[in-house]
């Protein structure tokens, strides 16, 4: 009788270490993930920064060269009206 009450004294001790251990681990586990989430989660709103800032100087580079393609039409027609002028 002895040696069952020992037995089960020393599995029982046994089950509780395993719990706690495995507890803490799971702790442990968690909070790194968490890290690990909180990085990845900083690394792609910096990338998503990038390309809305990216495709911001896109949309002002397309602005940027119809400006300059009117301007260079209003210089052309300015240029010809010019040696038209001087023809007269």
């Not at 990085?39 to 709103?45: A, F, Y």
């Amino acid at each position: 009788m002895e040696t069952i009450i020992s037995s089960v004294i020393a599995a029982a001790v046994t089950l509780l270490v395993c719990v706690i251990n495995n507890s803490q681990q799971a702790a442990r586990t968690r909070n790194l993930l968490d890290y690990k989430l909180e990085q990845l989660t900083k690394r792609v709103d910096k990338h998503n920064n990038v390309i809305e800032r990216t495709y911001e100087l896109e949309k002002r580079t397309d602005i940027q060269e119809e400006q300059i393609r009117v301007a260079n039409h209003r210089i052309a027609d300015l240029e010809e009206h010019e040696h038209e002028r001087i023809k007269e």
